[in-house]
């Protein structure tokens, strides 16, 4: 693979190979503190903007999974990725009209925000004989400017997505708000884990609470203390990134 690439581009791998390891590191002490094994923790890398080379390269490494977040690069790209070594999702906000274009391409959508969205989940996976997993988006920080639930809204959100053919709740997911402090994050940190296991005490049908997708590149290790058991890391492990 390194003979195909430029002075620049092999530099670029060598920076992922670090961070990779670097961040499995963290994720592993992260996970002893928190009384956990590393094992116990999925690390996802979020892989918008990333040329697939370097996603396979990531692969090669050890990395079992990836996420896109916007549909059309998740198609341009699909063919690219080495999908016989890690597994696909779906991490960024869904529009209704476009969820036919990805059920079928990736295992999991994490950004499930309403009863509509997962009603068309449900409709297209029925369709094409399949059930996809999904977890429940949750604005934990109430912000105007993100997608998700509101918590006092998931019971009720719930209840009627499990009458739902053709997915399966796994979990919970959520964005919370730029913080100043560490303290500030383990707030929001810690109010979805409480969510987690109170909706897991629930025993709802179809509805199994067994991934808490939070932790981002900055605060992966404050996820993983407060109870996350899956992290989406992009910048910390490929570079920071220009967004179009």
């Known amino acids: 693979m390194m003979e195909k690439l430029s002075t620049e581009q092999v530099r670029r791998l060598e920076d992922v190979k670090a961070n990779y390891e670097e961040i499995v590191g ?5 996970a002893v503190k928190s009384g956990r094994k590393p094992e116990d ?3 996802l890398a979020a892989t918008k903007t990333v040329e697939p080379e370097i996603i396979n390269y990531a692969i090669s490494l050890g990395l079992k999974k990836i996420g896109e977040n916007r549909v059309q690069e998740l198609l341009s790209k699909y063919d690219d990725y080495d999908l016989e070594n890690a597994d696909l999702q779906f991490i960024g906000h869904l529009q209704k009209n476009k969820v036919r274009q990805i059920i079928g ?4 959508i994490q950004s499930v925000d309403s009863v509509k969205l997962a009603e068309e989940i449900s409709k297209q996976s029925v369709k094409n004989n399949l059930i996809t997993d999904v977890l429940i988006e949750v604005n934990i920080g109430r912000e105007e400017n993100k997608s998700g639930i509101m918590q006092e809204q998931a019971d ?3 209840a009627e997505i499990a009458g739902f053919e053709g997915l399966k709740v796994r979990g919970l997911m959520s964005v919370p708000p730029i913080c100043d402090s560490k303290q500030d994050i383990f707030k929001y940190f810690d109010k979805m884990y409480k969510m987690f296991i109170d909706i897991s005490s629930k025993k ?3 509805i199994s609470m067994d991934f808490l997708s939070m932790g981002m590149s900055d605060d992966y290790s404050e996820a993983i203390l407060s109870g996350a058991n899956m992290i989406r890391v992009g910048s910390a492990l490929f570079g920071t990134r220009i967004y179009r």
């Open 156 to 158: 009720e959100i719930l």
């Open 41 to 43: 923790i999925t690390f």
């Open 105 to 108: 391409k990736v295992s999991m």
């Open 204 to 206: 709802m049908d179809n």
């Open 26 to 30: 963290s994720i592993e002490k992260a």
